[in-house]
């Protein structure tokens, strides 16, 4: 087989991959920032624009059907807004509980709020006004026992704590193992922790 190399750079040419210095590369952020707020302001056009094209294609639909279609249409869209208004408050109610929980804070009773301010035009829960309303309430701190917690309620401590060691055990007699056992120093030892 024939394998094929590359010709060689001739001095005349530049070279393919040149190592630029590092300034020449280094982003600006006023430039990206700028650049970013441009297709940002773009994208919000054309949504108004695709907005404003739907609305519009609505109105000749509208226009071009008859009256019976329009009260089939009419009860569709009056039978959606109960369901989204049925449901959606269900939703924010659980959306509210996620970020409450998430961030810590403490939701007051869901009959004391107006859940629907919380739903978008499309029966959706707004997650941006629910996530401005969640932040404005106060963090509840940890639950604190109600008992106090070194009363002996149990082994305090390490497992080793009180236990003897195998170096301890050579150093003692037969009666002395034996009353260490009864007295429960051994067992670390016994169950191979040590």
């Known amino acids: 087989m024939t394998e094929l190399t590359p010709a060689p750079a001739s ?8 190592t630029p210095s590092d300034s020449e590369h280094a982003p600006d952020p006023t430039a990206l920032a700028a650049e970013v707020d441009k297709w940002r302001s773009m994208s919000r056009k054309n ?7 739907s609305k519009e294609l609505e109105t000749f639909r509208q226009a071009a059907m008859t009256e019976q279609e329009r009260a089939i249409e009419a009860a569709r869209s009056e039978a959606r807004t109960a ?37 978008g035009e ?23 026992p109600e008992y106090k917690q070194d009363i002996g309620l149990g082994r305090q ?10 170096s301890d055990l050579s150093r003692m007699t037969a009666s002395q193992i034996n009353a260490a056992r009864s007295k429960g120093h051994l067992d670390a030892l016994m169950r191979g922790e040590l």
């Open 47 to 53: 949504e108004k624009a695709f907005k404003d094209a």
């Open 157 to 166: 401590g390490t497992s080793q704590a009180g236990q003897l060691t195998r």
């Open 122 to 144: 499309d029966g959706q829960p707004d997650t941006k006004a629910i996530n401005a309303f969640v932040t404005t309430l106060s963090q509840s701190a940890p639950p604190q």
């Open 83 to 119: 369901v989204l208004s049925e449901v959606g408050n269900q939703l924010v109610a659980a959306e509210m509980r996620a970020q409450a929980a998430s961030t810590g804070a403490t939701l007051p009773a869901p009959d004391y709020l107006n859940l629907a301010r919380f739903l």
């Open 11 to 18: 001095a005349n040419e530049p070279a393919a991959n040149p």
